[in-house]
């Protein structure tokens, strides 16, 4: 490249990363205002809409109740990922969606949840919307090539049975569907219609047909409910949540830079402005993709920062390597890249799997997660693959061409981790089995496993005017520490009903004693009057269903990674073990969760698709080298052949493994010490799951694949 050209493209690069600092500042400037150019937060950072809803029909029994809950909150991911439903009482239901402000908006999209009815010519009712499983706008082609635009219902099997007979009986005439007392489609019967899934055709546009099956999903719930009231409520955490992350962000960030401009010299400049980039980049993708940004996304995205330093990290270690062996720096350069291009790939590739099936079958928090995981893995692999590169060729045109610049990677004896496998493994069978016992312990002393918070167990919802209007700095420092001495947990969510001087505090579940005792402590202490005050029972906000979808999606991503794994190394034995590692990595997480007892609510769910995606990325890495080795070797290997290579790769990855952690670390280490009570109780266990990660990658993954080569399969190595 001449000097010239080079000089060209860092100033356009440089240029490019100064306009998009600028647009980025705007962003966070405005977020949390309420301007057009900001990101939608969710409830816990910027507040939003609640709704409670009545249930109409009298005694409703707990299994409607939770399917109404489940397929209301199917309904509501259209405003947000991060909406929340959940049951008050025996017969309500509330709905909270964040980012909005307008009430009788979301209440007129709405409609009345329940109501939909197909009724015969003459009016009589024969089905109900709760037969309808699904319906979607959709676009078709009719037999003469014409397009269409069309609604798919798929119905129940005793929907099913319902309308093939009523179909059967009614060809020809027409058949209304009425959804809160209106006629909104009156769509005539073609042909008996016996298979359960049905087409309403006639539809003008798409936006038509869209419209129509959204009303039809929206009453399509077990039970008819009426609004009972709505408000807009606060934000469950003041901006000192969002300055505090921000600021442990932006000092993380500059300890990760320093970090790698000290380890790599010239290739740490252009990580640290393809770093940079990257920031940016991703506040920007989160506005233009209206992603809603909770307190754990904030946590999720400034993580993601550490670990857009791993690609880069592999190529440095890679020229270094190249240089080692006599290469010209350019020409190293230029190998660097392409030899640290499959394990990249494979890594994000890998994770990426993961994202798109999390988004695809997750639900509430994992979709939202899913979202951002797929934002960051796409832009650190533009920043690393592309922009790292162009700074680096750049800065090598313009004069930085000595190999002190750059290193030399120093020829190191290999470490027999192989040899150390039973230690490992009984290291990490003592750590789960401390998990497993405490948590049988506490199952029988306290009556549940885990210290599950009020996002997994319901509590109790207590409202209290308190005669002036709070912020939410004046609620946590004056209200919520008498809240915790009567209830004796730090799992508290208070949020203020906008307009008023209203505050509805969420806690654990409160006996009769335990709200009068608290009724009393905000009357003495708060000025309350006792006779403004209310309690009343809350489910969780993550239903049954809700969990049943998260944990479904994280099997069928291992299966899917497994497959992608067994394809990729050709040997499904890398693929188990890599899979193994990661439930390891789960379990020492919930292990830290039940010893130290940190509240088991949303955040949980986060921090373990954190540690999956990061685990499995940190031992593709060690795999791929493990793979070049092998293809060095001809022949069936021996056992012995087999542990040298192990190890010879294990020890030539070992400081990307190391620095990578590092890394990923001090982004996490940041939000713990600078950041909120919340944002502390997700870092502590990420923290020990970074540990453990980097660990399993290096001391049981390799470990297992080794065992496995040599006891197991059909091609297993000779003795």
């Known amino acids: 490249m001449k000097k010239s050209k080079a000089a060209v493209i860092l100033a356009v690069i440089l240029a490019a990363f100064v306009g998009l600092a600028y647009y980025a500042s705007i962003i966070l400037s405005s977020t949390g205002i309420g301007e057009d150019m900001s990101i939608p937060l969710g409830l816990d950072l910027s507040g939003g809409v609640s709704i409670t809803y009545q249930v109409v029909d009298e005694n409703p029994s707990a299994e409607d109740m939770s399917d109404t809950i489940y397929k209301l909150q199917k309904r509501v991911d259209s405003y947000s990922t991060e909406a929340s439903v959940y049951q008050v009482g025996d017969d309500r239901i509330t709905v909270e969606i964040p980012g909005v402000q307008d009430a009788n908006q979301i209440l007129e999209d709405l409609g009345n949840p329940g109501s939909l009815e197909f009724q015969m010519p003459d009016g009589t009712v024969f089905m109900t919307g709760d037969m309808v499983e699904d319906a979607q706008g959709a676009t078709a082609t009719d037999r003469y090539g014409n397009k269409q635009y069309i609604v798919s219902l798929k119905l129940t099997d005793e929907g099913a049975k319902i309308f093939g007979e009523v179909t059967s009986e009614n060809i020809g005439k027409n058949l209304p569907i009425v959804y809160d007392g209106e006629t909104i489609s009156y769509p005539q019967v073609q042909s008996a219609i016996t298979g359960g899934e049905a087409q309403i055709t006639g539809m003008s546009s798409f936006e038509e047909a869209d419209n129509l099956a959204t009303q039809i999903r929206i009453g399509s719930l077990s039970l008819q409910l009426s609004e009972l009231e709505s408000s807009v409520v606060g934000a469950q955490l003041g901006s000192q949540a969002i300055a505090s992350s921000l600021k442990a962000g932006a000092i993380g960030l500059a300890i990760v830079m320093v970090f790698m401009i000290v380890m790599y010299a010239v290739p740490g400049i252009a990580a640290s402005l393809a770093l940079a980039i990257y920031t940016t980049l991703v506040i920007a993708t989160l506005y233009l993709f209206d992603i809603t940004l909770t307190l754990p996304g904030i946590a999720g995205i400034i993580l993601g920062i550490g670990m857009a330093v791993d690609a880069n990290v592999i190529v440095f270690a890679r020229i270094r390597e190249e240089i080692a062996t006599g290469k010209s720096v350019q020409t190293s350069m230029k190998i660097g890249f392409q030899k640290a291009m499959s394990a990249i790939l494979d890594g994000n590739i890998t994770t990426l799997i993961a994202s798109v099936v999390l988004m695809a079958l997750g639900s509430g928090t994992v979709k939202g997660f899913a979202y951002t995981l797929m934002i960051g893995i796409i832009l ?47 290291i990490s069978g003592i750590i789960i089995a401390a998990g497993l016992i405490s948590m049988g312990v506490h199952s029988a002393t306290e009556g549940k496993a885990l210290n599950y918070g009020l996002d997994f167990m319901g509590g109790t919802s207590t409202t209290a005017d308190f005669g002036k209007d709070m912020t ?79 944990l479904k999606a994280v099997i069928v991503s291992c299966i899917f990674m497994l497959l992608y794994i067994w394809f990729r190394f050709k040997d499904i034995r890398f693929a188990a073990s890599a899979i193994l590692a990661l439930v390891h990595d789960v379990l020492v997480v919930i292990t830290v969760y039940a010893l130290v007892r940190i509240s088991v609510g949303s955040t949980f769910i986060a921090c373990v698709l954190t540690i999956v995606g990061y685990s499995i990325n940190d031992t593709i890495v060690i795999f791929d080298r493990i793979r070049e080795n092998l293809a060095l070797k001809t022949g069936k290997q ?43 109780d997700f870092s502590l266990p990420l923290m020990a799951g970074l540990v453990c990660g980097a660990y399993s990658s290096i001391c049981i993954a390799t470990e297992l694949w080794y065992v496995m080569k040599v006891h197991f399969g059909k091609n297993k190595a000779t003795k």
């Open 380 to 426: 650190s692999l533009f920043t690393a693959m592309v922009v790292t590169r162009y700074i680096l060729y750049s800065l090598y045109a313009l004069g930085l061409k000595s190999e002190k610049l750059y290193g030399r990677a120093k020829e190191r004896k290999s470490i027999d981790f192989i040899g150390k496998k039973a230690v490992f493994f009984t």
């Open 472 to 550: 939410i700095e004046d609620i946590e420092n004056d209200i919520i520490p008498y809240v915790e001495k009567v209830t004796g947990d730090s799992d508290v969510q208070a949020t203020k009903v906008e307009g008023t001087t209203q505050v509805t505090i969420k806690t654990r579940t409160l006996s009769l004693d335990e709200r009068q005792e608290l009724e009393d402590t905000l009357a003495e202490n708060c000025d309350v009057d006792a006779s403004t005050i209310t309690s009343q029972s809350i489910s969780s906000t993550i239903s049954g269903e809700m969990r049943s979808d998260a």
């Open 638 to 680: 021996t056992a012995e052949e087999l542990r040298e290579v192990a190890n010879k790769s294990l020890t030539q990855t070992l400081s990307r493994s190391i620095n990578t952690s590092i890394t990923t670390f001090i982004m996490v280490v940041m939000l713990y010490i600078l950041g909120v009570a919340s944002i502390r």
